[in-house]
């Protein structure tokens, strides 16, 4: 790969400059105040080799086949409970699981349409899944605009460098809504509004798929059907709904009785089959991180297989065993809080005091359901362009997988986000992490 740290280092300045223009911003609510900020980007590229991506691309595949068909079990036969592999106070016990899904029948048994896998690379040069994120997965538009932005302000970089075209994931979610569309009627992207923290993204996304953005109150239900009503209240037939409104908000007749951003009587619509939901309702039981601890166990189970891609190393304080290690190494272990995301509720050990790792302790003790506990993992740092010098900052992968009833595909691309503090391992946006564009070699 050829690359010039002197063209990346104004690439860079130019690129955040376009995308300031163009609005790419990221919202964060912190103590009841919404604060938008620019999401900054990193020109220096991950470059992931090509063998290591079909590594890849086949873990990824071969992990959210198994997580749909568990969805699908949970929600219907439940065998897997029955035989014993997940324990059933395990899954009931779930804040995502829903069980005003049971018997739901989504087209092809998809539930997870776009699923985002946090990944992070070992010095031991092994990939680990961190996250499996099923629910609400956001951050593809980041790379696509800044790879898109990039080609346009330095050319020559893309056309001395082999790599994959970012540019189709737009495609692969139209082709995922229009299978399961089936002819139904229009494509919609139904977002909370301009003060979610990932509109842009929303935003974006319609205008690539030409799907229609709709807002609270443009949908409506009447004789278990949807319709969107639009400005000019025209009464428009809706097939799919690619929707960024959490599980909860969605139906207020069935979840949530206060919710103003949802669509009442929906799920009597998706229960009849009328209309596809993107992602499905009740995914959070599969991305709730007590699960992913039996993921590879799904994997085996379903499919017959060794998991290609491990897990992080992780501990249940749930079963004894675990209960006990975590106890006795709790100084050494990274502690996360099974109901958070974005990186909040979670703990390094080893930076508590005694005091703060005593509450911790008891904290575990008291909800061992709660919380999980995995070992540090050593991932590798990535160089960033820091002032005008080349730095090394901690990184992730979020590698998106999209799955229709025909095929399950992985986009050749992803959001790599990295620390800009030099001495955390929390990468995430609404933690103050930035990103660089991911280039996956077209050869070795």
């Known amino acids: ?64 086949t198994a997580l749909n068909m568990f969805l699908w079990d949970i929600y219907h036969d439940k065998n897997i409970i029955k035989d014993g592999v997940v ?32 990944l992070v690379e070992g010095k031991d040069d092994k990939w680990y899944v961190l996250e499996d994120n099923l629910r609400i997965p956001s951050g593809a538009s980041y790379p696509m605009i800044a790879r898109n932005v990039s080609r346009k302000v330095s050319p020559s970089t893309f056309a001395s460098n082999a790599i994959a075209d970012n540019r189709d994931y737009a495609n692969l979610l139209r082709d995922m809504m229009d299978d399961m569309n089936d002819n139904r009627g229009i494509a919609v992207i139904y977002t909370p509004g301009r003060y979610n923290s990932a509109f842009f993204e929303h935003s974006y996304l319609a205008e690539k798929t030409g799907a229609t953005l709709a807002y609270p109150g443009d949908l409506f239900v009447e004789n278990d059907v949807v319709y969107y009503a639009g400005m000019f209240h025209e009464k428009t037939r809706v097939g799919c709904i690619y929707r960024r409104i959490s599980d909860e908000y969605m139906d207020p007749m069935v979840f949530e009785s206060s919710s ?110 709660r919380w999980i506990a995995q070992e540090v993992v050593e991932f590798k740092d990535l160089e960033i362009i820091e002032g005008e010098e080349l730095v090394w900052r901690k990184a992730d992968l979020r590698a998106f997988v999209v799955s229709s009833s025909k095929d399950v595909r992985v986009w050749r691309s992803g959001l790599t986000r990295f620390s800009r503090n030099p001495d955390s391992y929390v990468v995430n946006s609404s933690q103050g992490g930035g990103f660089k564009d991911t280039w996956v070699a077209l050869e070795d």
């Open 87 to 118: 324990p059933e106070e395990f899954v009931y016990s779930s804040k995502g699981y829903m069980p005003e899904c049971e018997g739901i029948s989504p087209q092809g048994k998809i539930y997870s349409h776009i699923s985002g896998i946090d």
């Open 260 to 369: 103003l951003l949802g669509i009442p009587n929906i799920m009597q619509a998706y229960k009849a089959g009328n209309v596809a939901l993107i992602n499905g309702i009740g995914n959070g039981v599969a991305d709730d991180k007590g699960i992913y601890y039996f993921v590879p166990k799904m994997v085996k189970y379903y499919l017959g297989e060794e998991s290609i891609l491990q897990n992080a190393p992780t501990y249940l304080p749930y079963f004894k065993e675990d209960y006990d290690y975590v106890i006795a190494n709790i100084d050494k272990l990274v502690i996360k809080d099974v109901s958070e995301a974005g990186g909040y509720g979670v703990v390094f050990g080893s930076e508590l005091s005694p005091e703060k790792l005593e509450e911790l302790k008891q904290l575990v003790i008291k909800e061992p359901r």
């Open 1 to 64: 790969m050829s690359i010039n740290i002197n063209e990346l280092t104004n690439s860079r300045d130019t690129v955040n400059r376009w995308m300031e223009r163009f609005g790419v911003r990221f919202g964060v609510y912190k103590h009841g105040v919404f604060n938008e900020q620019l999401f900054p980007f990193d020109s220096v590229p991950r470059i992931i080799k090509h063998s290591d991506w079909e590594y890849l691309e086949s873990g990824l595949k071969q992990r959210v």
